[in-house]
Protein backbone atom coordinates (compact mmCIF):
# COMPACT_ATOMS: atom_id res chain seq x y z
CA UNK A 1 0.00 0.00 0.00
CA UNK A 2 1.17 3.23 -1.17
CA UNK A 3 1.76 5.96 1.17
CA UNK A 4 2.00 9.51 1.17
CA UNK A 5 3.01 12.70 3.72
CA UNK A 6 3.07 16.46 2.50
CA UNK A 7 5.35 18.75 4.40
CA UNK A 8 6.46 22.32 4.64
CA UNK A 9 5.47 25.46 6.20
CA UNK A 10 1.90 26.31 6.76
CA UNK A 11 2.18 30.03 6.35
CA UNK A 12 3.67 31.60 3.95
CA UNK A 13 4.60 35.46 2.87
CA UNK A 14 2.91 36.83 -0.20
CA UNK A 15 5.23 37.07 -3.08
CA UNK A 16 7.40 34.39 -1.64
CA UNK A 17 7.67 30.78 -2.96
CA UNK A 18 5.75 27.66 -1.22
CA UNK A 19 7.84 24.87 -1.49
CA UNK A 20 5.97 21.19 -0.57
CA UNK A 21 7.86 17.84 0.07
CA UNK A 22 5.73 14.92 -0.24
CA UNK A 23 7.47 11.45 1.06
CA UNK A 24 6.00 8.03 -0.20
CA UNK A 25 6.23 4.87 2.01
CA UNK A 26 5.47 1.51 0.33
CA UNK A 27 6.25 2.03 -3.55
CA UNK A 28 8.92 3.67 -5.52
CA UNK A 29 8.76 6.74 -7.11
CA UNK A 30 10.30 4.95 -10.54
CA UNK A 31 7.56 2.54 -10.44
CA UNK A 32 6.94 2.27 -13.77
CA UNK A 33 3.83 3.88 -15.24
CA UNK A 34 3.24 5.81 -11.99
CA UNK A 35 2.43 9.68 -12.02
CA UNK A 36 3.30 11.64 -8.90
CA UNK A 37 1.07 14.71 -8.79
CA UNK A 38 0.44 17.63 -6.64
CA UNK A 39 -3.61 18.91 -6.04
CA UNK A 40 -4.88 21.70 -4.42
CA UNK A 41 -8.41 22.39 -3.02
CA UNK A 42 -9.01 26.22 -1.99
CA UNK A 43 -11.27 27.48 0.46
CA UNK A 44 -14.68 26.56 -0.91
CA UNK A 45 -13.42 25.58 -4.25
CA UNK A 46 -12.70 22.13 -6.43
CA UNK A 47 -9.95 20.28 -6.88
CA UNK A 48 -7.12 21.71 -9.04
CA UNK A 49 -4.88 19.39 -10.72
CA UNK A 50 -1.57 21.29 -10.43
CA UNK A 51 0.92 19.32 -12.02
CA UNK A 52 2.71 15.46 -11.99
CA UNK A 53 6.39 14.21 -12.74
CA UNK A 54 6.25 10.18 -13.98
CA UNK A 55 8.18 7.55 -12.84
CA UNK A 56 10.34 8.43 -15.36
CA UNK A 57 11.02 12.28 -15.00
CA UNK A 58 9.16 14.12 -17.69
CA UNK A 59 6.79 16.36 -16.36
CA UNK A 60 3.53 17.43 -16.87
CA UNK A 61 2.37 21.03 -16.03
CA UNK A 62 -0.89 22.88 -15.43
CA UNK A 63 -1.31 25.46 -18.44
CA UNK A 64 -3.03 27.91 -15.64
CA UNK A 65 0.07 27.09 -13.15
CA UNK A 66 2.91 26.52 -15.47
CA UNK A 67 4.60 29.77 -15.24
CA UNK A 68 5.29 29.79 -11.41
CA UNK A 69 5.25 25.70 -10.75
CA UNK A 70 8.08 23.45 -10.58
CA UNK A 71 8.13 19.94 -9.63
CA UNK A 72 11.24 17.99 -9.12
CA UNK A 73 11.63 14.58 -7.01
CA UNK A 74 15.01 13.15 -5.11
CA UNK A 75 15.08 8.94 -6.07
CA UNK A 76 17.35 8.36 -3.65
CA UNK A 77 14.85 9.79 -0.37
CA UNK A 78 11.77 8.98 -2.25
CA UNK A 79 9.97 12.27 -2.05
CA UNK A 80 8.80 14.80 -5.14
CA UNK A 81 8.35 18.14 -4.30
CA UNK A 82 6.41 21.63 -5.53
CA UNK A 83 7.46 25.28 -5.40
CA UNK A 84 5.38 27.78 -6.48
CA UNK A 85 6.54 30.85 -6.67
CA UNK A 86 5.07 34.45 -6.46
CA UNK A 87 2.12 33.26 -4.13
CA UNK A 88 -0.85 35.44 -3.33
CA UNK A 89 -3.40 34.97 -0.86
CA UNK A 90 -5.55 33.21 -3.91
CA UNK A 91 -2.92 29.99 -3.79
CA UNK A 92 -4.26 29.62 0.12
CA UNK A 93 -5.56 26.10 -0.01
CA UNK A 94 -5.60 22.20 1.03
CA UNK A 95 -2.59 20.78 -0.84
CA UNK A 96 -2.36 17.40 -1.65
CA UNK A 97 0.06 14.71 -2.65
CA UNK A 98 -1.47 12.06 -5.09
CA UNK A 99 -0.16 9.06 -7.59
CA UNK A 100 -1.71 6.35 -9.94
CA UNK A 101 -1.12 5.06 -12.62
CA UNK A 102 -4.15 5.49 -14.83
CA UNK A 103 -5.63 7.35 -12.33
CA UNK A 104 -5.60 8.61 -8.83
CA UNK A 105 -5.34 5.83 -6.78
CA UNK A 106 -3.64 7.01 -3.28
CA UNK A 107 -3.87 10.74 -2.06
CA UNK A 108 -1.98 11.75 0.87
CA UNK A 109 -3.82 13.63 3.75
CA UNK A 110 -3.26 17.21 2.65
CA UNK A 111 -1.66 20.10 4.35
CA UNK A 112 -3.41 23.44 4.46
CA UNK A 113 -1.08 26.44 3.19
CA UNK A 114 -1.91 29.90 3.91
CA UNK A 115 -0.84 33.08 2.67
CA UNK A 116 -0.69 36.06 4.58
CA UNK A 117 1.29 38.74 5.77
Known amino acids: QVQLQESGPGLVKPSQTLSLTCTVSGGSITTNYYYWSWIRQAPGKGLEWMGAIAYSGSLYDSPSLKSRTSISRDTAQNQFTLQLSSVTPEDTAVYYC?????????WGKGTLVTVSS
Open 98 to 106: ASGNYAIDY
